[in-house]
């Protein structure tokens, strides 16, 4: 079964890139290699990708739909985080680029069976990469109802958090909730239903965005790959992050911000003691969103983010 995913702004992640022949790219999310065979047809010939995804199932699409780029591609399964790993396997001290892409694909939710849409009745998994041990019928089915309102309000910041880790807990001390349909059911007598009407979503879609975003240690993830990208970017070499969360887009804000400082002494002091300098400058003073055109072709870029870096080259 076709990998299925349409990447979302594709054409502003190439140009911010800056792709050019010759040059290495990190795509450290592969997910369908939209954005990867976009990279490529860029950077041939001579030019090399390091693609990397946490999930297997992108990983054996690539093999297969990448093979004609030989020497051009190189593949990894591991989680995004451990890209400076890789690149020290490969010799690599730096790269001319790296894109993020923090979306979840079509496939997770149409085809994986894992749980992901609560369209469906699937096992409760959401596991991006199949060999992590926690799954979400764990988090739901083990962990303490505070935890649970703290994981629903910290990542999705759901109103009817309390309510809905409540009637989770009563469930399942009866039963053992185990598929998506179990859920959405939950949650849905949780939240009451004069509510429905006034929110434009379905009142499970922020529950299971949380359950993912815990499930796979997004945000943990995400705060860790921003303290140490500029390290393994050449001298004008340029990342691009794809947000599609407030918090995920709060966090690479934040960073940029750190990385963008020159000092950071205290403003009474008569000199810099600090010697702090500049590391990357900000391509995109706002993050650019999608054009209303990709929106109505493709919704599910509607709430997506792109913020692009590129690093100073005097280091």
Known sequence: MPYKHIPVMQSEVVYFLNCR?????????LGGLGH???V??????????IGIDQDKDAIKNAEKDLKSYGQNIKLFHENFVNFPAILLQENID??????????????HLESSGRGFSFRGDEPLDMRMNIESDITAEYIINEMSEKNLVKIFRNYSQERWSKQIAKKIVETRKYQRIKTSKDLVQIICNAVP????????????TRIFMALRIAVNREIECLSNFMQNFADFLKPKGRLCVLSFHSLEDRIVKQRIKELEKECICPPDFPQCICNTKRIVRSLTKKAVRPTEKEVAANPMARSARLRAVEKIGIF
């Open 21 to 29: 022949p010759g040059k290495i790219y990190v795509d450290c999310t």
């Open 36 to 38: 990867a065979k976009a």
């Open 40 to 49: 490529l047809r860029k950077i041939s010939p001579g030019g090399l990708l």
């Open 94 to 107: 730096a790269v001319d680029g790296i894109l993020l892409d923090l979306g979840i694909s079509l496939h």
């Open 193 to 204: 239903r004069k509510a429905w009407y006034r929110q434009r979503i379905h009142p499970a």
